[in-house]
T-cell receptor
Framework: DAGVIQSPRHEVTEMGQEVTLRCKPI?????LFWYRQTMMRGLELLIY????????DSGMPEDRFSAKMPNASFSTLKIQPSEPRDSAVYFC???????????FGPGTRLLVL | GQNIDQPTEMTATEGAIVQINCTYQ??????LFWYQQHAGEAPTFLSY????GLEEKGRFSSFLSRSKGYSYLLLKELQMKDSASYLC??????????FGTGTRLQVFP
C-alpha cells in the first residue's frame, strides 16, 4: 500500500495568496484527518471527515481555512488568503474506523512570507 | 478542558532504559496512543492502550492507569535511531485524538 499521499511536500508563498494542500488517504480508509503542527502548539486537529462528510471542524482556526472531500480518495485543505502565522507543517492522516490507528502522510511544509 | 502533559526534553545514553511519562485530563477516554516522530518526518504509530496495564512490543512498552490519568512509554536497550520526539495522544469523545506537545528524546553514545 502506498500509504497516505500529500502534495505538495513544500510550499512557499506570499501573504495574501491562496494555498491548496492535497491528500489521498489509504485506500479503504473511511476517516480522514487534517492536522497542523507548529513548535509552539504541537499537533492540532483542524477537521476530520467520515465517509467524505465533515464531522468536526471546530479546530479550523478561522474562515480563511476550508476543507473538502469530494470523494473517498481525495481531500483538499485551502487557505485563502494566507498569512505568515499559517506557516506550519500540515499533516493528513487516515484510519479504517474511528477507533483505529491513524496513519499519517509525509506532511506539507508551508511557509508564508 | 482537555490537557495532556509530557516532559519537553529528555536525554539518555545508548543501551540504557528511558521512561517517558504522560498525564492527561480529557473529556471522555477511548484509548491512549504513543507516536514516534523523527525530525522532519510524519508521526508513526508505536502503541495503543485502552485497558489498564502494560503492553509490550519488542524494545518498547506502554503502560496505562485510567484512574490516575497516567501513561508511560518505556524504551529499552536504547539505540541512536531512537532519538526522536514521542507524542502522547488521547482519544476522548467521538473519534478525535488530542496530542500532547511531545517529548524530544536525545540518545547519546
Amino acid at each position: 500500500d502506498a500509504g497516505v499521499i500529500q502534495s505538495p511536500r513544500h510550499e512557499v508563498t506570499e501573504m495574501g495568496q491562496e494555498v491548496t494542500l492535497r491528500c489521498k488517504p489509504i485506500s479503504g480508509h473511511d476517516y480522514l484527518f487534517w492536522y497542523r503542527q507548529t513548535m509552539m502548539r504541537g499537533l492540532e486537529l483542524l477537521i476530520y471527515f467520515n465517509n467524505n462528510v465533515p464531522i468536526d471542524d471546530s479546530g479550523m482556526p478561522e474562515d480563511r481555512f476550508s476543507a473538502k472531500m469530494p470523494n473517498a480518495s481525495f481531500s483538499t485543505l485551502k487557505i485563502q488568503p494566507s498569512e505568515p502565522r499559517d506557516s506550519a507543517v500540515y499533516f493528513c492522516a487516515s484510519s479504517l474506523l474511528g477507533l483505529e490507528t491513524q496513519y499519517f502522510g509525509p506532511g506539507t511544509r508551508l511557509l508564508v512570507l | 478542558g482537555q490537557n495532556i502533559d509530557q516532559p519537553t526534553e529528555m536525554t539518555a545514553t545508548e543501551g540504557a532504559i528511558v521512561q517517558i511519562n504522560c498525564t492527561y485530563q480529557t473529556s471522555g477516554f477511548n484509548g491512549l496512543f504513543w507516536y514516534q516522530q523523527h525530525a522532519g518526518e510524519a508521526p508513526t504509530f508505536l502503541s495503543y492502550n485502552v485497558l489498564d496495564g502494560l503492553e509490550e512490543k519488542g524494545r518498547f512498552s506502554s503502560f496505562l492507569s485510567r484512574s490516575k490519568g497516567y501513561s508511560y512509554l518505556l524504551l529499552k536497550e536504547l539505540q541512536m535511531k531512537d532519538s526522536a520526539s514521542y507524542l502522547c495522544a488521547v482519544r476522548g469523545l467521538a473519534d478525535k485524538l488530542i496530542f500532547g506537545t511531545g517529548t524530544r528524546l536525545q540518545v547519546f553514545p
